[in-house]
């Protein structure tokens, strides 16, 4: 029973963790940019959740917020886009490495400054309770923050299956110049990229925040979170950073509760060096891209 | 000389004559620079301290600028060598995160200046150096009222210890621990969690195995709060003694009112239990300012920096005067009464607070007086 | 009255301090297959990446009698170019259908008429719409990269050695699908150094050799 209670527990942190690690992906394909204001768009997520909440009656069940958590963090990646990566896109990668680590540095800061330094809850999604199935307390945070990520999730992939859109960012995550080529246009597919990725970043931060408080200094952590997925995954791949992140809730929870959780923390970044060693193209890393 | 150069040529003098007075003045006034961090997991405290140290020096003579220390070693070391350009630097506010004051007092040394802090880890006074003075009960004696508390007044048997891996952490586990066993109740079980673990279902879990009847946390804010809300969400209800962070009332905001009731924390003081009128004015112009509540290390920080003015009033007029003040003096300051130990602790007193009534306020269930028997 | 077919008139094409192109011209008229013939780095990808807009260029292009010269690349294709690129180039990780439909127009209507198209010219595409594309083989690959042209309806194809890499009876095929391409009307001009090839496909032939055109003089 209590190896059923941690599956579960692993299981919604580990989806959180996966809209972290996707959203992450997603610029990186867009745009072959590594986004480090990343962590700093899921705590943005997570007090935009704290903001809205303020304005809304006491009560209400966090999931109504998500639409407006969704909104506020896609404006935030257009924003990091024009700011921190159109500007300089031809320019060397390090370039793209300091302007975003810079903006993350801002939306920290600017944070810090409007919300002050205290942890903050947002509202649970759904409610705080808990109910009892076979025997395991399940609590309707966690099945929630299941069921959204499953949500968001799903409604991401059938975007990029089925949709001419999603057709058209996976030519461009591929092979951006012929992508190009075809008539598909590069600028538009990068804003989507930052978009969606941010979105997804915040929806995670709403996620988070009930059961684990946001604090303006939550950014560095969750980047680190999102690039072990990806690395584990595989580079470029939404499925194996999803994967990854899972991966990394088994530690944290799984491997913590049989031995420590700074042994676990350790034996997650020997998981690391084992998968950069045998296989450093990720579990699922993807076929090789060509650079525009 | 033509009219037009002629009224450029006074503005001149005028504009220049106002700023050798400017810099006159402010090259007559005393500095206390202000490093503490606020970004960063230590931001909440450090953003007390801040409070604290501009509340106590607001319409004071003495000059002050803060600084953040953020988080790391380098970044309070750079801060503290920018802030030592500056003339006529008698103290220094220094930050409470314990790996930045480790790396702080050789450069202290090296300056010859004291550093006030309200830093809880017990090692910064134990390097021998003359230039730490610490304005907030050390780990010597929250931890002893800590565990005494848990072991006297609680009757625990088996207690449990889960703590950060920080400095700051390390060094209330070790103290917690020694105190335990000097109570003969050695702990059961004990654990050290990152800032960053969100999860507490692991080692909540272990707690329960172990048996332990008593859970002490010696945790920052964050973690603290989620050790406490999980622990009530598992069942887990054995009595849970909290670290100082537990008093803060970002801390009690974060927990609903049936997850606070029943949790205690030790601190050194808590500003908003007290109904004393001189702690009503404090706790008001502490609002006013800075739209918050204050804590007990705001309170700290703020009896540090008012026991330098004090020194200054007294006639130092340099680092090395306001420094042998410190050590040869008590100060009476809001919170308690302080003197050194020859080491730099300063305050020797701790309480008990617990979250007993409604209201959300703790209430003072717990005197330790002088700890250490230095007053 | 516009010139139908692509017009190129004193085309130059730098690569930093290297001139790739020099001063070219040419045509490609509509229902034939122009084939510009060259060795290895004469210049013929560069010419034909600057006439898409991947590469930067000083000189005329026009299509179909519209200066293109100064458009992006998007607008080109729009204006009525379609281009083959060395090496195929398909997506990788979409499937055989995916790399076609990525190339079509918006109305998915449309795209659906122009794939059943291309599925009917190119039955071996029609028998594995779900593969991915990195599962075909280079002749299949090729197909696929010139059936991704077709989807686009353009007036212009421009195609880059179609033939490198392919054994002959996969070449052959691909001179099929050349045949096709002219039959919808459009002008192809095809990139090659196998004169072999060039000969077999061409109804007339440019030479560049070093970056510049050599035969016939005055090609436009």
């Not at chain 3, 898409?52 to 179909?64: E, F, N, R, T, Y």
Request: hydrophobic share 50%; aromatic share 6%; with cysteine.
């Amino acid at each position: 029973m209590f190896a059923a209670q941690l599956a579960l527990n692993a299981l919604a942190l580990g989806s959180a963790y996966a809209l972290v690690a996707i959203g992450f992906v997603l610029v990186l394909n867009a745009t072959t940019a590594v986004n480090f204001a990343h962590g700093e768009s899921v705590v943005a997520g997570g007090f935009a959740a704290v903001a809205i909440a303020g304005l809304l009656p006491a009560g209400i069940p966090g999931i109504v917020l998500l639409p407006g958590v969704l909104v506020v963090t896609a404006l935030l990646g257009l924003i990091i886009a024009g700011v921190a990566y159109l500007p300089i896109r031809s320019r060397p990668p390090v370039s793209v490495f300091v302007t975003t680590i810079a903006f993350g540095i801002i939306v920290t800061n600017g944070l810090n400054a409007v919300f002050g330094a205290a942890p903050r809850t947002a509202p649970a999604l759904v409610g705080s309770g808990a109910v009892e199935f076979l025997g395991v307390t399940v609590s309707l945070q966690s099945l929630a923050i299941i069921a959204t990520a499953a949500l968001l999730i799903g409604a991401l992939a059938f975007v990029l299956q089925r949709t001419q859109l999603g057709r058209q960012f996976r030519a461009c995550s591929q092979d951006p110049e012929m992508a190009r080529a075809l008539g598909i246009r590069l600028v538009r597919i990068t804003l989507l990229g930052f978009a969606l990725g941010t979105a997804f970043a915040g929806a995670a931060g709403l996620l988070l925040a009930h059961q684990f408080f946001v604090s303006p200094s939550d950014g560095g952590i969750l980047i680190l979170k999102a690039y072990i997925a990806v690395v584990i995954g595989g580079w470029g791949s939404l499925r194996g950073a999803s994967v990854g992140a899972l991966l990394i809730a088994v530690f944290e929870v799984g491997v913590a509760s049989v031995s420590s959780q700074p042994v676990a923390e350790a034996m997650l970044y020997i998981a690391v060096l084992l998968v950069l060693f045998v296989r450093p193209e990720g579990v699922f890393g993807e076929p090789q891209r060509v650079r525009a | 000389m033509l009219p037009g150069l002629r009224r450029i040529g006074l503005a001149t003098a005028i504009i220049t004559a106002g700023l050798s007075l400017v810099t006159t003045a402010a090259a007559d006034s005393l500095r206390i620079p202000v490093l503490v961090p606020i970004t960063g997991f230590l931001s909440l405290e450090g953003t007390s301290q801040k409070n604290g140290a501009e509340l106590a020096l607001d319409g004071s003579d003495v000059a002050f600028d803060v600084a953040d220390t953020a988080t790391s070693p380098e970044v309070a070391v750079n801060a503290f060598e920018r802030a030592m350009n500056a003339k006529d630097v008698v103290s220094v506010v220094a930050p409470m995160l314990g790996t930045q004051m480790l790396a702080l007092i050789p450069l202290a040394d090296e300056f010859d200046v004291p550093m006030i802090t309200v830093s809880g880890t017990a090692r910064i006074t134990e390097l021998g150096s003359p230039n730490v003075f610490r304005f907030f009960p050390g780990d010597v004696v929250v931890k002893a009222a800590h565990a005494r508390y848990a072991v006297e007044e609680l009757g625990a048997k088996k207690p449990a210890i889960i703590s950060q891996t920080t400095a700051y952490g390390q060094s209330g586990r070790a103290e917690l621990d020694r105190n335990l066993r000097a109570l003969g109740q050695p702990p059961v079980f004990t654990e050290g969690l990152e800032v960053s673990v969100k999860d507490m279902l692991p080692v909540l879990s272990k707690v329960r195995d172990s048996g332990a009847d008593v859970l002490l946390l010696h945790l920052h804010s964050g973690p603290t709060a989620l050790v406490i809300r999980q622990a009530r969400a598992m069942g887990l209800d054995i009595p849970i003694v909290a670290g100082s962070a537990m008093h803060q009332p970002e801390t009690a905001a974060l927990l609903e009112s049936a997850e606070l009731l029943g949790g205690c924390a030790e601190s050194g003081w808590s500003p908003i239990s007290e109904t004393g009128p001189e702690f009503r004015a404090f706790a008001d112009a502490y609002r006013k300012s800075f739209n918050r509540e204050p804590d007990a290390f705001a309170l700290g920080q703020y009896d540090g920096v008012n026991m330098v003015l004090a020194a200054i009033r007294g006639g130092a007029r340099d680092a090395a005067g306001v420094r042998s003040w410190l050590e040869s003096n008590r100060y009476d300051g809001l919170a308690m009464t302080y003197a050194s130990d020859g080491k730099g602790n300063m305050a020797h007193s701790a309480v008990i607070l617990c979250y007993i009534g409604a209201d959300r306020v703790p209430q003072i269930v717990k005197r330790y007086r002088n700890v250490t028997g230095v007053l | 009255m516009t010139t139908p077919g692509l017009q190129i008139e004193g085309l130059t094409v730098r690569h930093g301090a290297v001139t790739a192109v020099s001063n070219a011209s040419l045509s490609a008229a509509p229902g034939e297959v122009t084939c510009l013939l060259g060795m290895n780095g004469a210049g013929k990808s560069s010419l034909l990446r600057a006439i898409i807009g991947l590469a930067a260029s000083d000189g005329a292009i026009a299509v179909s009698g519209r200066d293109i010269s100064q458009m992006a690349t998007e607008h080109r294709i729009r204006a009525g170019i379609a281009y083959v690129p060395e090496g195929r180039r398909v997506f990788p990780g979409l499937t055989v259908a995916e790399n076609l439909l990525v190339a079509g127009p918006a109305r998915n209507a449309d795209r659906q008429e122009r794939l059943a198209t291309v599925f009917e010219l190119f039955p071996q595409l029609a028998q594995r719409p779900a593969d991915r594309a990195w599962q075909l083989s280079g002749g299949q690959q090729q197909m696929l990269a010139i059936g991704r042209a077709l989807m686009a309806r353009p007036d212009i194809y421009l195609l880059d050695e179609p033939t490198l890499g392919l054994s002959p009876r996969v070449i052959d095929d691909v001179a099929e699908s050349l045949a096709r391409l002219v039959q919808t009307g459009a002008a192809v001009l095809v990139a090659e150094q196998n004169a072999g090839f060039a000969a077999h496909v061409a109804d007339r032939t440019i030479l560049i050799q070093t970056g510049r055109i050599v035969a016939p003089s005055g090609a436009a």
